[in-house]
């Protein structure tokens, strides 16, 4: 018996991201799958837990958390070693804001319930599959611009942040997607993460729900 | 001369939420206004101090931050009263998720940006504007039901939260997009928000560079 449940999805990147985060903490937790592409995150006992109807949603303290960012928040706030930020306001700002270009601008404009919406009002799949490569694009273009004033093996220098937890997720949906990655700060970055062993436990391919 | 300088635009929702945060704090700031429908946001000089070209942006420290999220908490943690977040860990938690419901699943995902593609792929102005009136309506009945579970006049209780910073901008959205707005919690939200100076000074229709 776990004090965390966590309810995902093995191909939710915002799933993995959380995954990252209970690992590198050291935290054990409960896993319950949730299909996406068969809908069952609609079923009512799901949206009795997240109205939203999203993963992941982290069962916690007799309660529901939600969205990806804030449940990572929330275990840095519990289990501080070793933090996903660094110290300084400003510091911790820019490491948010790189985590968030991902997780509001990029992750949320090429996810399945946005591609299901652009096929339903008439776009080919290879049209939809061109968006999400398009956002995909511009987003690592402004993340290679950020991060490429930082030096160290990851996004903000030598400890993983959350950045990092953002980062790495999004590379394999920009790969499912057909993106050629021509980022080197940022392929750098992705080679020293998967090189942790809680990077690579946490990786689609090794959930129990992998295809 | 003031501290800090504001890169945004009257009509953008994130910009909106940054500058409610800053006259929370009562802390003073300068105005630079790019206008993102006639591209400003994409000349060089903005680009160089935000390579993703988006507004808001704050210049604070010799620096620039981004993301508007990131940017509210940045103020939070420099200037801690009034706070934006509460105390607990778990209760945290569940303000930033309300935040990044708005942030995340629905702004990104029906601003300018994500319209004029829409055009670009072959959709009507009509269809691109019932997009984002569904995509605003979905995430507006999960956020009623996740603020339904709580009282007071505000979104988290008694006092303004980066929840209620991100759901006013939002409404504003909404009611542009032709949205009927049939949530009672939000509404009485929204009010409680409206009654206060912060809120009516940072209001689009409020700033110097409004149309």
Excluded at 144 to 157: D, N
Excluded at 192 to 204: E, G, Q, T, V, Y
Aim: glycine share 8%.
């Amino acid at each position: 018996m776990t004090d965390f449940t966590l309810h995902g999805y093995f191909r939710s990147g915002a799933s993995y991201r959380v995954r990252i985060a209970l690992n590198l903490k050291g935290v054990p937790y409960a896993d319950v799958f949730h299909h996406l592409r068969k809908g069952e995150q609609r079923e009512p006992g799901f949206l009795a837990l997240n109205p939203q109807g999203f993963v992941p949603a982290l069962e916690a303290e007799g309660d529901v958390l939600t969205q990806s960012l804030a449940i990572c928040e929330y275990l840095d706030e519990l289990f501080p070693d070793p933090p996903l930020l660094p110290a300084t306001p400003l510091a911790r700002a820019k490491v948010r804001a790189a985590a968030q270009l991902i997780a509001c601008d990029v992750h949320p404009v090429q996810n399945l319930r946005v591609l299901k919406h652009l096929r339903e009002v008439g776009l080919t799949q290879d049209q939809a599959t061109a968006w999400a490569a398009r956002v995909i694009g511009e987003g690592l273009d402004a993340f290679e611009a950020l991060i490429g004033r930082q030096s160290g093996p990851y996004c903000f220098g030598d400890r993983v942040t959350l950045a990092d937890l953002c980062l790495v997720p999004q590379l394999g949906n920009a790969r499912r997607f057909g993106v050629e990655l021509v980022w080197p700060r940022i392929l750098e970055v992705e080679r020293a993460c998967l090189a942790l062993d809680a990077f690579r436990r946490a990786a689609p391919e090794n959930q129990p729900d992998a295809e």
